[in-house]
């Protein structure tokens, strides 16, 4: 297993940026593929963004590409998520995820492992 927590969450104002981190503890970080979620109120998961165990092979959500930018440092068991030129509509609960499928994925039913989410405020 792996435990995930996230950092970096907060208030900005439009146009802004925030870099969210992942730190991840328990078993080899390495081996999972990462991804980002979020979540606004009651909508559904969406898609942000996700990657390679090794950290490549990026991709990215319709509403995010371009402005986001994922990364990992698997020496420091830490995923991250450059954000920016924040929107209003980025408002959300982000969500770090682990999924054994090394690859990455968008679907957020195959991730096995959680974090418990921080808050991101963008206000216009």
């Known amino acids: 297993q792996v435990q995930l927590a996230e950092y970096g969450g907060g208030l900005v104002q439009t146009g802004g940026s925030l870099r969210l981190s992942c730190v991840g503890s328990?078993?080899?970080?390495?081996?999972?593929?990462m991804g980002w979620f979020r979540q606004a109120g009651e909508k559904e998961r969406e898609f942000v963004a996700a990657?390679?165990?090794?950290?490549?092979?990026?991709h990215y959500g319709e509403s995010t590409k371009g402005r986001f930018r994922i990364s990992r440092d698997n020496a420091k068991n830490t995923l991250y998520l450059q954000m920016n030129n924040l929107q209003p509509e980025d408002t959300a609960v982000y969500y770090c995820?682990?999924?054994?499928?090394?690859?990455?994925?968008?679907?957020?039913?195959?991730?096995?492992?959680w974090g418990q989410g921080t808050q991101v405020t963008v206000s216009s």
């Open positions: 990657l390679r165990w090794a950290g490549d092979a990026q």
């Open positions: 328990g078993e080899a970080f390495s081996k999972y593929g």
């Open positions: 995820a682990a999924t054994t499928n090394s690859i990455g994925t968008r679907f957020p039913n195959l991730y096995q492992y």
